[in-house]
T-cell receptor, first 116, second 118 residues
Framework: AQKITQTQPGMFVQEKEAVTLDCTYDTSDPSYGLFWYKQPSSGEMIFLIYQGSYDQQNATEGRYSLNFQKARKSANLVISASQLGDSAMYFCAMRETYNQGGKLIFGQGTELSVKP | NAGVTQTPKFQVLKTGQSMTLQCAQDMNHNSMYWYRQDPGMGLRLIYYSASEGTTDKGEVPNGYNVSRLNKREFSLRLESAAPSQTSVYFC?????????????????FGPGTRLTVL
């Protein structure tokens, strides 16, 4: 079974508008962490934001925020005021505590295109 | 601070050839990882090393071997390359995580190696 699901293979957004990228996850571990990474066309993986399962507030980092709905097992990334440089692949990932190695489980990714 | 470095950046192999992908980090991280990225598949874990001296299989270990040479270096070896191993390979590192450490330890990624097996 998929542990991380990103149902939007591709998204378009107009420059300066906000966009939400969906991520749902599946785990029986009560303690876990959720990450979002950005991969521009140049190929590098850039860490954006983190949310812990016990965090009371939704995480925010600049124009990025995470809409964390624990009961629904969703951790959607919200990008406000989109910029052309936001065009990239975006990956949601999860780390579970039983996993001593700290490995991440990734979703399939969403390709975001920002239109001028 | 170079972060995570990988060599080579590009490689073309013939079926049956062997090669080793090198990875090094200068952040004194305990844990290191090898992922492969295929179109539409996200990143999948091949092998990881939670700490120096240990290695474990990930989701797709078949056809690969790894060596954690020291705390800095973690290499990935393809003994007999197959076309199905054509992919982009990423090495990553992080501080120790899990029950003994924090959940929040972002993984830092290298620039990737683009491997084609003909």
């Amino acid at each position: 079974a998929q542990k991380i699901t990103q149902t939007q293979p591709g998204m378009f957004v107009q420059e300066k508008e906000a966009v939400t990228l969906d991520c749902t996850y599946d785990t029986s571990d009560p303690s876990y962490g959720l990450f979002w990474y950005k991969q521009p066309s140049s190929g590098e993986m850039i860490f954006l934001i983190y949310q812990g399962s016990y965090d009371q507030q939704n995480a925010t980092e600049g124009r990025y925020s995470l809409n964390f709905q624990k009961a629904r097992k969703s951790a959607n990334l919200v990008i406000s005021a989109s910029q052309l440089g936001d065009s990239a692949m975006y990956f949601c990932a999860m780390r579970e505590t039983y996993n001593q190695g700290g490995k991440l489980i990734f979703g399939q990714g969403t390709e975001l295109s920002v239109k001028p | 601070n170079a972060g995570v470095t990988q060599t080579p950046k590009f490689q073309v192999l013939k079926t049956g050839q062997s090669m080793t992908l090198q990875c090094a980090q200068d952040m004194n991280h305990n844990s290191m990882y090898w992922y492969r990225q295929d179109p539409g598949m996200g990143l999948r874990l091949i092998y990881y090393s939670a700490s120096e001296g240990t290695t474990d299989k990930g989701e797709v270990p078949n056809g690969y071997n790894v060596s954690r040479l020291n705390k800095r270096e973690f290499s990935l070896r393809l003994e007999s390359a197959a076309p199905s191993q054509t992919s982009v390979y990423f090495c990553a590192s992080s501080e120790k995580t899990g029950l003994a450490g924090g959940l929040y330890n972002e993984q830092f990624f290298g620039p990737g190696t683009r491997l084609t097996v003909l």
